[in-house]
């Protein structure tokens, strides 16, 4: 059964820090991957889309990297700031069930003025 | 251009109730899901459909019942609450291209007292 594990739980870092979220999953059998970020009391907004044989994709300050093999990945933002404040969420399309997602339990990000 | 809507935003139900929660989608998405998010859970599949008039279980489809007679939206039905129902349920979408992204509606808190 494939399972999504993001650490930490939870980050806080001073305003223009560079950092990195981590995700790992357990089956490396992936169509793709995805990474949201979701506002308190609201939905989920999708960031970034890493196809199987992709290695990184980038969106403005975001760059989200895709180790296969090795059931991991990377969200890193540059320049942070206190909007970027938020969970961030990670989730693994498995090959085969293809229509379902597989959801980590998030990185709640708080970015400090 | 709405994206994904849910209605309602917010419900209290007591325990033995039936409600049904509407999820509407403008953007011609042949796939439609439902999930639940509860604290420390992560976001979890409850039903799922890959076009007009079909529908499939997810991971926690039990006491949940799902109808999708029209393309655009897909209805989640509690036929009788139970206080384990409560919780943020999400309505998402996808087009069934390569990628199957998915574009997540605002959510819809439940409470059954």
């Known amino acids: 059964k494939q399972e999504v594990t993001q650490i930490p739980a939870a980050l806080s870092v001073p305003e223009g820090e560079n950092l990195v979220l981590n995700c790992s999953f357990t089956?490396?059998?992936?169509?793709?991957l995805q990474w949201f970020r979701q506002d308190p009391g609201k939905g989920l907004t999708s960031l970034l889309l890493?196809?199987?044989?992709?290695r990184e994709q980038t969106s403005g300050r975001l760059n989200a990297s895709l180790d296969k093999s090795s059931g991991r990945s990377t969200l890193y933002i540059a320049a942070s700031q206190p909007g970027d404040s938020a969970t961030y969420l990670c989730?693994?399309?498995?090959?085969?069930?293809?229509?379902?997602?597989?959801f980590g339990k998030g990185t709640k990000l708080t970015v400090n003025p | 251009n709405a994206g994904v809507t849910q209605t309602p935003k917010f419900r209290v139900l007591k325990t033995g109730q039936s409600m049904t929660l509407l999820c509407a989608q403008d953007?011609?998405?042949?796939?439609m899901y439902w999930y639940r998010q509860d604290p420390g859970m992560g976001l979890r599949l409850i039903h799922y459909?890959?076009?007009?008039?079909?529908?499939a279980k997810g991971e926690v489809p039990d006491g949940y019942n799902v109808s999708r007679l029209k393309k655009q939206n897909f209805l989640l039905g509690l036929e009788s609450a139970a206080p384990s129902q409560t919780s943020v349920y999400f309505c998402?979408?996808?087009?069934?291209?390569?990628?199957?992204?998915?574009?997540f509606g605002p959510g819809t808190r439940l409470t059954v007292t």
């Open positions: 998402a979408s996808s087009y069934p291209d390569t990628s199957l992204e998915q574009y």
């Open positions: 089956d490396s059998a992936i169509y793709n």
């Open positions: 890493i196809q199987s044989s992709q």
């Open positions: 989730a693994v399309r498995p090959e085969g069930g293809s229509e379902k997602l597989v």
């Open positions: 953007m011609n998405h042949e796939y």
């Open positions: 459909s890959v076009g007009e008039g079909t529908t």
